[in-house]
């Protein structure tokens, strides 16, 4: 088992910056990857980023790539995603995720892939 809680969100201006948190605890030593995704009223979840967890490598969504960073402290069993010049279409729960089951995928991108999620954050961007 692998238990995952966020911290972090909260209501920001547009052009504001968050960084959410992700503690991650339990098995951690089998985790193959984390990621982050977010789900917005009314849409699918949406992947954000992950990152593979034995090299540190990160893959990020085109429409994520230079906004968001994904980052871990592996001190503080914690994994990051900072967050630059929101706009109001972030406004969405964010979840962070783990994998355990290796996949033949170097980066796991699909909800599916991930057997843990945390409780989820709400972020709120107003214009």
């Known amino acids: 088992q692998v238990q995952l809680v966020e911290s972090g969100g909260g209501l920001v201006q547009a052009g504001g910056s968050l960084r959410l948190s992700c503690a991650h605890s339990?098995?951690?030593?089998?985790?193959?990857?984390m990621g982050w995704f977010r789900q917005a009223p009314g849409k699918d979840r949406e992947f954000i980023t992950t990152?593979?967890?034995?090299?540190?490598?990160?893959y990020y969504a085109d429409s994520k790539k230079g906004r968001f960073t994904i980052s871990r402290d592996n001190a503080k069993n914690t994994v990051y995603l900072q967050m630059n010049s929101l706009k109001p279409e972030d406004t969405a729960v964010y979840y962070c995720?783990?994998?355990?089951?290796?996949?033949?995928?170097?980066?796991?991108?699909?909800?599916?892939?991930?057997?843990?999620w945390g409780q989820g954050t709400q972020v709120t961007v107003s214009s």
């Open positions: 995720a783990a994998a355990i089951a290796k996949s033949r995928d170097y980066y796991y991108t699909l909800s599916g892939q991930y057997e843990y």
């Open positions: 339990g098995r951690t030593f089998s985790i193959s990857a």
């Open positions: 990152i593979n967890w034995s090299s540190g490598n990160t």
